[in-house]
């Protein structure tokens, strides 16, 4: 628990199958999870698997950032009864941590979990997604069992249903129909980059006026994409350019080996295009002209209100009391129950590109109406018995459209990055932003950049060792005369790069109380954390002609949805992670010690890298010892005592960070020699624009202070150089296939000064 807040309210979610397997419970708990994140940041959502066993590498269960954990009750096939004795182990051990248990699958087939949830007072939910309402679950026991097992349901607070038939039938046999909820699945769409549709379809060889069918889903009998394809041939007799494309993961080998046959059977070799899995399906949706759904079994079917979000006609095998709802024959697609109709609703579609956009339009609305995720999100919430934690109402805010599958801070979504060479590289990152008392609070009033017009000091340094510096630049800096012309003269000259770096209490828009908390960018709404850093970017974009690639949040406040943050704005690097060094109030948890200054990819995609600054544990109990001896040592009560200097002395233990800000020019030294023992072959120095003007920081108070730190700037680079045999190079260098940074285009009118919202 961080201290000065309360004690978070924890939901955990029970699902019997979950990644590396797919399921649509899964992929749909992941989703509104971050939508639930956003509205509500202080409850946190785990996860308890039961049927899939614990993967080999962490990292295949690490898809969704907000999960704060995912537990596997086993490593692997186990007996049903050894099964539910876990179970009930595990709950024993861990039910205390949870408010609320929401049973997403019925896993626990003797109730003896769900009894004891009920004991510990826990509020216990129950969800009908597929084919499970409660009289089907029921069914499922022995006939002189049903009545027992009847009472036994009756120990959940709320049942959850994803479709008028399954709420029907849950609601005719729950002994208080009010506590049965009618909740679809919610979507979330983000916005589609530009010209996204057209590299989609140029990536699948399609032609302008060629007609795309999209599937989504799981390739296995119940989706029936069989059918999809044997229907093919004739709608090719109208539209010899038609594709099917089908975008889902191969559940059952032997059944896409079969569609592959019947591909080739069917002379299709060049017009069915297997995607496979994708975690970010959106892309393919732009491509499509309608979405094609054979689905012959479905509690909801997500996918389907997907490509409505996403303007599509669609064109639905109907199940009733499932997909009649939205499915709106002739007004938002058509729905089929045989090949002709199918066939036929297909080649209207493709010839009318009238109807398709009138169809998509009228769908789009009435997705956002009745399935944005904002307000699915809410509703679960108030199911949870948290309606109160929530702190943006649903119609407050517009969706985001932020993904869930990357973490700065979370070890599980980690990759480590090779480095670039065996000879070491380092990199200068420069904090560009305004001079304000470090001793003082916050305050927004303080935007002075005049310290900007000194960077030549250290650029007489740079150029005797060939450094180009990036300079991470706050808003102050950019949308100021004063601040941003040093720097466009350095960028024009090619003598630095510009990155960005947030601090949240002088970037607008201005909404949040100013306060110590506030300061980290992490602990703000992820919609607000959003809408600052894009402000910031399309200043920096406006100022200096470039979209800045390379992002830092100010005091290394990096949050939760950071990461996630960076991938939505087209970020390729983050240098928010300042190892040993956890922010205090900052989302950081104790899992900070265990992350290194190397850099790693921070998404299975490997979209984004992160290139934390240089520091270590350094001295004689550092190696064996130190993740368990730092949360100790660096604490202001260990530092009050005199124990953190005496280990230092004494040689045995220190922390030190790469930067002419309160380290000396030998304890530099010292750390490189350490690290690069250690194997690091990257090397990040670091320091802020206002310690070139003596007075603003604690670190440079007069003319003689700036000598030395200027003398020691010199002097690192001379031992990087000379001693160790480095280079100076760019952060481009550590992420591989990194595009050369651009040239500036000029640039246009001077944006509003800084304060304007």
């Known amino acids: 628990?961080?201290?000065?807040?309360?004690?978070?309210?924890?939901?955990?979610?029970?699902?019997?199958?979950?990644?590396?397997?797919?399921?649509?419970?899964?992929?749909?708990l992941e989703r509104s999870s971050a939508v639930m994140q956003e509205l509500a940041p202080e409850v946190e959502h785990e996860l308890l698997v039961t049927h899939t066993p614990r993967p080999a590498a962490?990292?295949?269960?690490?898809?969704?950032?907000?999960?704060?954990?995912?537990?596997?009750?086993?490593?692997?096939?186990?007996?049903?009864?050894?099964?539910?004795?876990?179970?009930?182990?595990?709950?024993?051990?861990?039910?205390?941590?949870?408010?609320?248990?929401?049973?997403?699958?019925?896993?626990?087939?003797?109730?003896?979990?769900?009894?004891?949830?009920?004991?510990?007072?826990?509020?216990?939910?129950?969800?009908?997604?597929?084919?499970d309402s409660l009289p089907v679950l029921i069914g499922w026991y022995r006939p002189q069992l049903r009545p027992l097992v009847a009472r036994g349901l009756r120990l959940f607070h709320a049942y959850v249903s994803i479709s008028p038939k399954l709420h029907a039938e849950t609601r005719a046999v729950a002994a208080d129909p009010a506590r049965c909820h009618l909740i679809p699945c919610g979507i979330t769409v983000p916005a589609s980059p530009p010209g996204q549709r057209a590299r989609m379809r140029a990536q699948l060889g399609v032609g302008p006026e060629d007609p795309v069918l999209l599937f989504v889903g799981g390739l296995c009998p119940r989706k029936d994409p069989l059918f999809l394809i044997e229907a093919l041939p004739e709608i090719r007799r109208a539209h010899p350019g038609a594709r099917l494309v089908l975008v889902g993961p191969p559940l059952e080998p032997d059944y896409v080996r079969h569609l592959e046959e019947r591909v080739a059977a069917l002379g299709l070799g060049g017009s069915v295009i297997f995607a496979g899995e994708q975690l970010d399906p959106h892309p393919w949706f732009d491509a499509a002209d309608m979405l094609v759904f054979a689905s012959r079994l479905e509690g909801f079917g997500?996918?389907?209100?997907?490509?409505?979000?996403?303007?599509?006609?669609?064109?639905?095998?109907?199940?009733?009391?499932?997909?009649?709802?939205?499915?709106?024959?002739?007004?938002t697609g058509f729905l089929f129950t045989d090949a002709a109709g199918y066939v036929a609703a297909v080649r209207r579609l493709a010839a009318e590109p009238a109807l398709r956009r009138r169809l998509g339009g009228a769908g789009r609305l009435l997705a956002a109406e009745q399935f944005g995720m904002r307000g699915i999100a809410a509703r679960y919430l108030g199911v949870y018995g948290l309606a109160e934690r929530i702190v943006s109402p649903p119609s407050a805010e517009p969706e985001t459209g932020l993904g869930c599958t990357a973490s700065i801070l979370d070890p599980r979504f980690h990759t480590p990055v090779p480095p670039p060479s065996d000879r070491p590289l380092l990199v200068t990152m420069v904090d560009a932003e305004e001079a304000f008392d470090w001793d003082k609070p916050f305050s927004r009033a303080a935007a002075d950049v005049s310290s900007m017009r000194c960077q030549h000091l250290a650029h007489r340094v740079f150029e005797r060792h060939g450094a180009v510096p990036v300079y991470l630049t706050d808003y102050p800096v950019a949308s100021q005369e004063e601040g941003r012309a040093p720097l466009r003269e350095l960028l024009q000259g090619g003598h630095c790069e510009i990155g960005a770096q947030l601090h949240p209490w002088v970037t607008p828009p201005f909404v949040e109380e100013v306060c110590e908390r506030n300061s980290f960018a992490g602990n703000l709404p992820a919609p607000l954390e959003l809408e600052k850093a894009r402000r910031l970017t399309e200043m920096l974009g406006e100022t200096f002609g470039v979209h800045p690639q390379i992002y830092r949040t100010g005091r290394y406040g990096a949050g939760p949805r950071t990461a996630d943050i960076l991938k939505r704005l087209g970020y390729l690097a983050d240098s928010s992670l300042d190892p040993y060094w956890p922010p205090e109030g900052s989302h950081h948890g104790s899992d900070i010690w265990a992350l290194s200054a190397r850099p790693y990819w921070v998404d299975r995609e490997r979209r984004l890298i992160?290139?934390?600054?240089?520091?270590?544990?350094?001295?004689?109990?550092?190696?064996?010892?130190?993740?368990?001896l730092a949360p100790l040592t660096f604490r202001p009560l260990s530092e009050r005592l005199g124990a953190t200097s005496l280990l230092a002395r004494l040689g045995l233990f220190e922390r030190i960070r790469l930067s002419p800000e309160g380290?000396?020019?030998?304890?530099?030294?010292?750390?490189?020699?350490?690290?690069?023992?250690?194997?690091?072959?990257?090397?990040?120095?670091?320091?802020?624009?206002?310690?070139?003007?003596?007075?603003?920081?604690?670190?440079?108070?007069?003319?003689?202070?700036?000598?030395r730190f200027l003398a020691w700037l010199d002097e690192y680079y001379a031992f990087f150089r000379e001693e160790l045999g480095g280079r100076c190079g760019s952060?481009?260098?550590?992420?591989?296939?990194?595009?050369?940074a651009a040239v500036?285009?000029?640039?246009?009118?001077?944006?509003q000064p800084v304060g304007s919202a």
């Open 731 to 740: 952060w481009r260098e550590v992420r591989p296939d990194t595009p050369p």
């Open 610 to 628: 992160e290139i934390p600054t240089s520091a270590a544990l350094v001295g004689r109990l550092a190696r064996r010892h130190g993740r368990r």
């Open 744 to 751: 500036p285009a000029p640039v246009a009118a001077s944006p």
């Open 302 to 331: 997500t996918v389907v209100p997907e490509a409505m979000a996403h303007g599509l006609p669609v064109v639905v095998r109907h199940l009733p009391g499932v997909n009649d709802s939205f499915v709106l024959d002739g007004r």
């Open 58 to 131: 962490p990292q295949e269960a690490a898809a969704c950032s907000t999960l704060a954990r995912v537990a596997y009750l086993t490593k692997g096939p186990v007996g049903e009864i050894a099964r539910h004795l876990r179970l009930v182990w595990w709950l024993l051990r861990h039910l205390h941590r949870y408010d609320t248990v929401h049973v997403r699958t019925h896993a626990d087939w003797y109730f003896m979990g769900y009894l004891l949830a009920r004991l510990m007072r826990r509020r216990l939910v129950l969800s009908a997604t597929l084919d």
């Open 663 to 707: 380290m000396t020019i030998e304890e530099a030294k010292r750390l490189t020699r350490a690290m690069l023992a250690e194997g690091h072959r990257v090397f990040v120095l670091t320091y802020h624009t206002p310690s070139l003007q003596p007075g603003n920081t604690p670190y440079v108070r007069t003319q003689e202070q700036l000598h």
């Open 1 to 28: 628990m961080r201290a000065g807040r309360a004690r978070p309210s924890r939901v955990l979610h029970v699902l019997k199958y979950y990644r590396p397997a797919f399921t649509g419970e899964g992929v749909f």
